[in-house]
């Protein structure tokens, strides 16, 4: 925001281009753990077979 402030750029949208980047980081960070949760435990819940696995309450 420092730069675009700093280059003329009017406050407000330099405002909503952070805005903009901040989401934009945090919905990587979420899709990357939504992964990184699947890869590391779809073993628990799959078969070698790629069958689903019951479990027994």
Known sequence: MTGLILAGTPPLEA?????????MLVGASAFISSLTAA???????FTPAHQRI????
């Open 39 to 45: 890869f590391l435990t779809y073993q628990q819940f």
């Open 15 to 23: 405002v909503q281009v952070q805005i903009i980047v901040m989401s």
């Open 54 to 57: 019951y479990l027994e309450e």
